[in-house]
């Protein structure tokens, strides 16, 4: 009597020759494997019970017809511009239950959800709905099966921590200067992260991965956060935050110059919205004269912009040379990066007098906190609900980042501000897709119809 096959090898396999990909999306790499019928399945990289077949045996195409359409269609989902997949299935892979799993799916009809309990009751397996719920990453065309609103805190706090940032750097960069401050904030946040990375047991991808890794940690982490630094030396917190959220807008920019992904009218429209709300703001600031620090408001704009920038060449950066690379790996090896990429020239900065205590206990909050923590609490947001809800708190940065200056530092937002805040968040969620005037009107005129 031959062996049963173990639960990690692909069952009743079909004996055409199967093709794969792999492809790293807002959740974490996956593989996706292609047969002459069509989708085979779908599987986190660091999924327990996946195929040992994919390691190997199974040759890559990233170019294969089928593997490529599935790959721009999960880019779409993600991104918000896709609802549901259109594309050939082959439900001959897999055990008679997980063959259930797909039918039972696959008989949902769009929009609609359930819960695991209702699709394991709805299948004569009430008991089952644990298996389905660990089955679910193994499959393209799975249910948007609700998880609750417990995102709803992480989404929150995650705005919060990161608003508060800017506060925090103003207090340090007064007495430390932006490029040490912005050293000791990614030091302590690759020191916050690094015991997670060995927990996870994810130190021996950094080890192979570490080049770009840590390369991209300048363009993330270290340059930005310098450039920020450097702007709260002389504008307020609020509106270097302003600023801040056009930084999807400017990675829709890069995107289309290196990537090749050009954005359709209403994408385009809204870029050209969001740089009229820039230069508004820019021209809100040009009469104000220099404060203390020496620097007129404009080159504190500059600062801000190049930071945008710097994000999203690193967002394109990644997409390109970080394929497969987990985000905790990532996060943790950038900051290692921009650590050692900036130490000497922190040292060289070094202030001559001490700080003092708030300076210091506004670096650790920032490290600890506004980087380690933060980065944490994203992970944990796009595991909990969709990546374009998890991205939306770019929208939410703002509003708290301008209520801390106005309660602690005593802050004050012109009309002009306020304006321009409307016209940059507006002009980036149109290019970035979370707005599409497109779908309101069809929706407009099918209700009118």
Known sequence: MPNAPKHNQLKNVTPEPMVQAHHLTPLGPVRLLASPQGLAGLWFDDQKHRPTELDGLWPSDSNHRLLRQAIEQLDRYFSGQLKRFDLPLDLSAGTAFEQSVWRALLGLAPGQTCTYGELGAGMGRPQAARALASSRGRFLKSADLPEGSVW??????????????????????TEFGPIPTATLRVT????????????????????????PVMFVGLLNSGIPFALFAFSLLTITTGLSSIINASVPMFGA??????????????RI????????????????????????????P???????????????????????????????????????????GMALPAALLWPAQAPGQIAWLSLLVLGALCTGVAYLLYFGLLSGTSPSRAL??????????????????GEKVTPGMGLSAVIILLGTAMATGMIDPSRLLQRFRAGAG
């Open 298 to 340: 404009i080159w504190a704009i500059a600062a801000c912009l190049g930071a945008c920038i710097s994000y999203a060449l690193s967002a394109s950066f990644s997409r390109v040379y970080l394929q497969g690379v987990p985000p905790l790996v990532a996060a943790t090896g950038s900051q290692i990066g921009a650590t050692l």
């Open 253 to 266: 920019l890069v995107a289309w110059f290196w990537l090749g992904e050009r954005p359709g009218v209403w």
């Open 392 to 409: 939306a708190v770019t929208y939410l940065i703002p509003l708290f980042a301008v209520s801390y200056g106005i309660v602690l530092l």
């Open 269 to 296: 429209a809204g870029l050209i919205l969001g740089f009229v709300g820039v230069a508004l703001l820019t021209w809100d600031q040009a009469g104000v004269k220099s404060g203390s620090s020496g620097i007129h």
């Open 152 to 173: 709803v805190p992480q989404f929150v706090a995650l705005g919060a921590i990161w608003g508060s940032s800017f506060l925090f750097m103003r207090l340090a960069v």
């Open 188 to 211: 302590i946040g690759a020191l916050f992260l690094l015991p997670f990375l060995f927990w996870r047991g994810q130190f021996g991808l950094l080890r192979r991965r570490w080049l």
